[in-house]
């Protein structure tokens, strides 16, 4: 079964300073990751997908996630920190279309907290 | 509307009273999921339809936990007799059954409280 690990359930930054939010997911086949974000009593949006394609994957709101697979993982960034990038943060795997699983496997999530 | 939306929004019962959550799915879409999500943690997986047909109820927690989607639209997630343990947000999320990768779009979830 697919599993993802989000490392650090809080991560607390500056407005203006780098976004890491940390991801690693366990599969021996890449699968298709995503990352969502989850605002107060609303539900996910989804910020970027990898489907593979490229492995640098472009997002919205300016955030962006690497796929490497030698790490089995999936970073999300952003260079610069805005206060309404305030929320929680999902990674989420998928198996291939291939399999004919369809669910969609999440992490912990991660709360971002954005300093003035 | 042009999102996936959830009814009602917010839901407190007794325990051992029945639910019904409902879900609209995005006009097109053909897979349509259920998903819990518990305090502080991720989503969890509860079972998929393509169409009328449920595909996947693996991630159903036990027989109390019934879902349908009879004319391959509008879904329902029934809980029966419900217990504390089922306080929990239950999002609904829909997708096209032919893309390429399985993005799913996410309504707004229903807030269940059993007291």
């Known amino acids: 079964a697919q599993s993802v690990t989000q490392l650090g359930s809080h991560v607390s930054v500056s407005e203006g300073a780098l976004v890491l939010l940390r991801c690693n997911y366990s599969?021996?086949?890449?699968?298709?990751l995503f990352w969502y974000v989850q605002y107060p009593n609303q539900g996910l949006q989804l910020l970027l997908k990898y489907t593979s394609a490229a492995t640098l994957v472009k997002g919205i709101n300016g955030f962006e996630a690497e796929f490497k697979k030698s790490e089995t993982s999936f970073h999300l960034t952003k260079p610069s920190a805005h206060m309404s990038d305030a929320a929680e943060y999902f990674c989420?795997?998928?198996?291939?279309?291939?399999?004919?699983?369809?669910?969609?496997?999440f992490g912990s999530g991660t709360r971002l907290q954005v300093q003035p | 509307g042009a999102g996936v939306s959830q009814s009602p929004r917010y839901k407190v019962a007794k325990r051992g009273q029945d639910v019904a959550l409902r879900c609209d799915p995005i006009?097109?879409?053909?897979?349509l999921f259920w998903y819990q999500q518990a305090l502080g943690q991720g989503p969890e997986f509860l079972t998929y339809f393509q169409n009328e047909a449920q595909l996947d109820k693996s991630g159903l927690p036990s027989d109390r936990f019934f879902a349908e989607r009879p004319e391959g639209s509008v879904s329902t997630l029934k809980i029966q007799r419900t217990q504390q343990e089922d306080s929990a947000v239950y999002l609904c999320a829909s997708s096209l059954a032919e893309g390429i990768y399985n993005e799913q779009f996410f309504g707004p979830g229903t807030r269940l409280t059993v007291l």
């Open positions: 989420a795997v998928s198996d291939r279309m291939d399999t004919g699983r369809r669910a969609l496997t």
């Open positions: 006009s097109g879409h053909v897979s």
């Open positions: 599969s021996s086949v890449p699968p298709y």
